[in-house]
C-alpha cells in the first residue's frame, strides 16, 4: 500500500488535469478522477491504468506515456508504482480523496466548486484556473475577485484551503524522446501546511515547487499563462514554461 496521499482530481478527463492524474497515479499516489459523468471518469482511468499499470516492466509502463508526455523522470522507478486508479462523479471523487486537484476551465470553475464545496471538508483544494480572454488566449480577463484562486477560496468558504498552483504548467510539459528542462511549479497559498502538501506532489512527479507566496499572489501568476501561450505561438513551441533561478 502507498502511503502518499489520496488524490482527486476534478476535470482529470481534460487536457492538464489527464497529464497530472497519470504522473500522481506513476509517481505512486492513489488516484480519483473526477469527472461530471461518472461513466467517463471511469473510462479515463482504465485508459490510464493500462498505460502506466504495468508495474513489472517499467520499459512497458512507459512505452506509451500518453499523448502528452513520453519523456518521464519516472522512467527508472516505474516498477515501484504502488498506487491505484479509479474514476468517479466529481462529488464522490472528493469525498475519498485527501487532496483535491480541480482543473476546469475557468468558465465552469464556479459552478464545479459549488457542486463540490459540501464534499471539501477542509482538504487542500488545489486550483489551476488561469481567466484567459476567449477570443485571445495570449491574454487574460480580470475577474472581480482579483484571481480564480481568490474566486476559489471565496466559493469554498473561509475554511478552505486553496493553493494555485500548476497555472503555468503547459500539458506538453513532458514531451517524447529526450531529455528535457522541466518548470518550476510556483505555488501560492494561504495554509502553510496545504502548500507543503502541493509541494511534495510536484517534487514527485518531477517539478521543483516553490512556494511563491499568499494566494493573492495567484493575481500575477495566473496572468503569465498567457505570456507563456503568447511566447509559445511567436515560437512556434508548446511548452514555453517557468523557472525560478539564485534559490
Ligand atoms: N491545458 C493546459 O496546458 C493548461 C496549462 C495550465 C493551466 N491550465 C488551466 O487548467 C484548467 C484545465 O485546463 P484544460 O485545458 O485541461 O481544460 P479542458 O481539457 O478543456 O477541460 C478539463 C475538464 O473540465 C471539465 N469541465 C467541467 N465543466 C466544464 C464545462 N462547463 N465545459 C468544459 N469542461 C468542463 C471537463 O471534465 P468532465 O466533462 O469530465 O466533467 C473537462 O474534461 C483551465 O482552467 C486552464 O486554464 C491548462
Redesign the pocket.
Known amino acids: 500500500m502507498s502511503d502518499k496521499k489520496k488524490v482527486a482530481v476534478v476535470?482529470g478527463?481534460?487536457?492538464?488535469?489527464?497529464l497530472l492524474a497519470r504522473r500522481f497515479y506513476a509517481a505512486g499516489y492513489d488516484v480519483i478522477i473526477?469527472?461530471?459523468?461518472k461513466a467517463?471518469?471511469e473510462a479515463s482511468a482504465r485508459s490510464i491504468e493500462e498505460v502506466y499499470g504495468n508495474r513489472t516492466s517499467p520499459a512497458g509502463a512507459c512505452a506509451d506515456a500518453g499523448p502528452h508526455d513520453g519523456f518521464d523522470p519516472l522512467r527508472d522507478t516505474a516498477h515501484l508504482y504502488t498506487g491505484s486508479i479509479s474514476g468517479a462523479e466529481?462529488k464522490e471523487a472528493c469525498r475519498a480523496a485527501e487532496v483535491i486537484v480541480v482543473?476546469?476551465?475557468?468558465?465552469?470553475?464556479a459552478?464545479?466548486l459549488a457542486s463540490i464545496r459540501d464534499c471539501v471538508d477542509g482538504k487542500p483544494v488545489v486550483v489551476?484556473?488561469?481567466p484567459?480572454d476567449p477570443g485571445n488566449p495570449t491574454s487574460w480577463v480580470d475577474v472581480p475577485d482579483g484571481s480564480?484562486a481568490e474566486e476559489a477560496a471565496r466559493i469554498l468558504g473561509p475554511e478552505s484551503k486553496v493553493v494555485a498552483a500548476?497555472?503555468?504548467?503547459?500539458?506538453?510539459s513532458f514531451p517524447e524522446g529526450g531529455s528535457v528542462e522541466l518548470p518550476d511549479v510556483l505555488i501560492c497559498g494561504d495554509d502553510a501546511p496545504a502548500k507543503a502538501v502541493v509541494s511534495e506532489m510536484c517534487e514527485s512527479i518531477g517539478l521543483r515547487g516553490i512556494d511563491a507566496g499568499p494566494l493573492k499572489n495567484a493575481r500575477v501568476i495566473e496572468k503569465m499563462?498567457p505570456v507563456l501561450i503568447g511566447i509559445n505561438k511567436r515560437m512556434k513551441k508548446r511548452r514555453a514554461g517557468i523557472r525560478i533561478t539564485g534559490i
Open positions: 476535470g478527463t481534460g487536457h492538464l488535469g489527464a473526477g469527472s461530471r459523468d467517463k471518469a466529481n482543473s476546469v476551465p475557468y468558465a465552469a470553475q459552478d464545479i489551476t484556473s488561469v484567459l480564480a500548476f497555472e503555468n504548467l503547459s500539458m506538453h499563462t
